[in-house]
């Protein structure tokens, strides 16, 4: 297996550069939320990554959430290639766009810091010195996800496409996102009822499928990551919700008395 799709899940499962149509009326998570996915490979746990909303700060007189993304590999799968990654973004608790974003990465031999400031009202982006023209409304990798998890599910209709501008690495993408489907996962904690989605990045102007992967959102007003699948030359990775903690709304599990 090449370890480098290990990295990919965790990428994101961090990053999970969104999907859907969104509102602000009401966020569906708060303060404390912690989430934990164990990640696998043929059955086998290769990695872990987490979720957490750590405090309200106020950037540049801007109230926040201050949410942190962090993703390894198991310590088996160190010896091959050993990943530490920790993402952070500030999000605008208003108009649910990224104010800071800092990144530090090892994975393998290489490794990586930034800092991003963000300039919405001049669609700008300061990295170190230099000054980066941005698309509007833009969101970084980590804040992505949590913006992507305001989205209005009542309208949803079979292959809707949505597109979501995103700023990475000094550059403008677009990601777009299909709705596929709803169905219904069996989980550590009960049945849950989930939308599926497809994500698909674009490479210049064109959107490119790549590896075949979809993505589980539960089908409540929490809007949780429950679940990633990649499929690979080699097999299938999953990623999968393993725990949670401090929950806006409790989870709803309206099959869980379904027998196997």
């Known amino acids: 297996m090449r370890l480098v799709f290990i990295k990919k899940i965790i990428f994101l499962l961090l990053f999970s550069k ?11 998570y708060q303060l404390g939320e912690n989430l ?18 750590s405090s309200n ?20 799968f160190d010896i091959f290639f050993k990943v530490r990654d920790t993402y952070e973004t500030y999000l605008d608790t208003v108009t649910i766009l990224p104010t800071r974003f800092k990144r530090n990465i090892s994975e393998g031999g290489f490794k990586k810091k930034q800092l991003y400031d963000f300039n919405h009202t001049d ?25 992507a998890r305001t989205f209005e599910a009542k309208d949803l209709k079979i292959n809707n496409k ?34 599926v989605f497809q994500p698909l990045m674009q ?4 959107f490119e499928n790549g590896e075949k992967m979809k993505v589980w959102i539960s089908n409540d007003k929490n809007h949780l990551l429950v679940k990633v699948e990649t499929l690979i ?11 949670f903690k401090n929950l806006k709304y409790s989870l709803k599990l309206p099959l869980q008395d379904l027998e196997d």
């Open 36 to 53: 934990n996915y164990d990640i696998s490979f043929l059955g086998i746990n290769v990695g872990k990554a987490n979720l957490l909303i």
């Open 18 to 28: 969104s999907f859907f149509c969104f509102s602000q009326n009401a966020l569906p």
């Open 233 to 243: 030359w080699a097999g299938k990775i999953e990623a999968k919700l393993k725990s």
């Open 57 to 76: 700060e106020k950037i540049n007189n801007t109230d926040c959430f201050h949410i942190i993304g962090s993703g390894k590999t198991s310590p088996f």
């Open 123 to 147: 669609s700008a982006v300061y990295v170190k010195d230099t000054l980066y023209q941005i698309l509007k409304s833009s969101q970084d990798m980590l804040s992505a996800l949590f913006f």
């Open 203 to 206: 490479e210049g102007r064109v």
């Open 162 to 195: 949505f597109i979501i501008p995103i700023f990475m690495d000094e550059e403008n993408y677009f990601l777009e996102i299909i709705y596929l489907e709803k169905d219904t996962l069996k989980t550590d904690f009960g049945y849950i009822e989930c939308l």
